[in-house]
């Protein structure tokens, strides 16, 4: 038997345990064909049958330094080797070196690291201490958001993922709806004047003293990139501190470079109260979350018991593992090259749209960004809606399948094909990956008219 068709075997059963004894995300469970990844170095995953990938979504937008980053791993292993686990109660060097390299890169006062293990728990853990330090219980976020899967986070998000289990949504968030510039009608002067002129309408209906916070996306994600106005988070910030309502930014995809920046927010200008992160916080070599708290609301807690807690809270192996990720950010200047790259990406995108009928708008900040796919350019008809059903799909799973099968891996969802490759990419594999969605375009333009 040769390797090739050995690998193949191994392949197969790999798959099949996966498919027959796990769950996997958001799928049904049946006739799914992940790929099976064996190693994964730089910007490429390596199946095991030896096909080589180009990773455009950084896994799930947080491979921000790329895969198999070896000085990340000497570091895990000599913290393994020192103190793999010990109670949050008990304090590791690592656990109070993360904390201070976080105040120091995170703006005003916001010097205080809550440990948690993933975005979504941190999500939850700023929740909770938004309404203990304000008294008050509702929490507003935007439609187009996504927050996390556990009750409280997905109830926070906007995002139709959340349909599915409606009934059981959490209480006391409030959505309101704010557009971006592509799909609203008017100017984008108008389009701040009327999203703030609603919010803060909407804010008058729910009772501002009512209100602990509002949470927002540091740069929209999966909803779309869907940027905010120009303006228009100054414009929130005002409205939080006229009321004392508490501003958090869940940085949790947008932040640690993926934008530019360290966080999102900083494209616009603001500080918030409390700074949600994970992803690229570990760039998944290890799970952790963390929620900055802003030294006046930490204060709080000098002389009263904080009540949040998690077993693995500030866990010294993923602690190691962050603290040498953000020396790698800083020491390969990725965030700078981050903006590079999201210039060079723009540019070639806008040559694209010269052949490709089916780009209707590309948006962008720093390397999170996405293709809009239209069917007519004029009358902005996607080329999935929002919220597709399974019917509605047919032309877009024709483009991603293609993506697929010339050997990319990226996030596409309705209309949209996400280019989020990691911060370390290079203009050859910039365009690498951008030939594999320039083929699988054609797909969609025949669909144009
Ligand atoms: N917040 C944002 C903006 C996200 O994009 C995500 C996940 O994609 C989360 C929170 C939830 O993070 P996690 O999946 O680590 O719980």
Redesign the pocket.
């Known amino acids: 038997m040769s390797a090739i068709v050995e690998n193949k075997k191994n392949r197969q059963e790999i798959v099949d345990n996966s498919l027959n004894y796990t769950m996997m995300s958001w799928s049904k469970q049946k006739g799914l064909d992940p790929f099976a990844i064996e190693k994964a170095e730089g910007v490429y995953l390596y199946d095991f049958d030896g096909r080589k990938i180009i990773d455009f979504s950084s896994g799930?937008m947080n491979s921000n330094i790329g895969y198999g980053d070896q000085r990340v791993t000497d570091a895990v292993v000599k913290q393994m080797q020192q103190v793999a686990f010990i109670s949050p109660a008990c304090v590791s060097q690592v656990r109070g070196d993360l904390g201070k390299k976080l105040a120091e890169i995170c703006p005003g006062d916001l010097n205080r690291a809550f440990f948690t293990l993933?975005?979504?728990s941190s999500?939850e853990n700023a929740i909770k201490l938004a309404r203990l330090h304000t008294g008050r219980h509702k929490i507003f976020t935007r439609y187009q958001s996504?927050?996390?899967?556990t009750i409280g986070?997905i109830s926070a998000g906007g995002d139709p993922r959340k349909l599915a289990v409606d009934s059981q949504q959490a209480p006391n968030f409030i959505h309101f709806d704010l557009q971006d510039a592509y799909h609203y009608e008017y100017s984008e002067e108008n389009l701040l004047k009327d999203s703030v002129a609603s919010l803060e309408r909407q804010i008058e209906y729910e009772g501002p003293n009512n209100i602990a916070a509002i949470l927002l996306?540091g740069e929209s994600?999966?909803s779309g990139c869907l940027q905010y106005p120009k303006g228009y988070m100054k414009e929130v910030r005002k409205i939080c501190d006229k009321y004392g309502i508490l501003l958090i930014m869940?940085e949790?995809?947008s932040g640690f470079g993926r934008t530019g920046k360290w966080f999102g927010f900083q494209n616009h200008d603001i500080v918030p109260d409390m700074i949600c992160m994970?992803?690229g916080l570990t760039c998944g070599y290890l799970p952790l979350?963390c929620l900055m708290v802003s030294e006046r609301i930490a204060e709080k807690y000098d002389d009263a018991v904080l009540p949040l807690g998690l077993t693995y809270s500030a866990h010294s192996v993923s602690c190691a593992a962050a603290l040498e990720v953000l020396k790698i950010y800083e020491e390969d200047n990725l965030i700078e090259k981050a903006v590079e790259m999201g210039k060079y990406i723009e540019s070639r995108i806008e040559d694209l749209k010269k052949i490709h009928p089916s780009i209707g708008d590309f948006r962008n900040t720093g390397l999170l960004g996405c293709i809009e796919l239209v069917k007519n350019r004029e009358t902005k008809e996607p080329m999935a809606p929002f919220n597709a059903k399974p019917a509605e799909m047919a032309v877009m799973n024709k483009v991603a399948a293609k993506i697929k099968e010339l050997g990319m891996y990226t996030f596409v969802r309705w209309g949209y094909i996400f280019i989020a490759p990691p911060l370390i990419i290079t203009k050859d594999e910039v365009e690498e990956g951008l030939a594999i969605i320039s083929e699988a375009l054609k797909i969609a333009d025949e669909a144009t008219y």
């Open positions: 799930l993933c975005g979504a999500i996504y927050h996390g899967a986070a996306e994600g999966t869940d949790v995809m994970a992803k979350g």
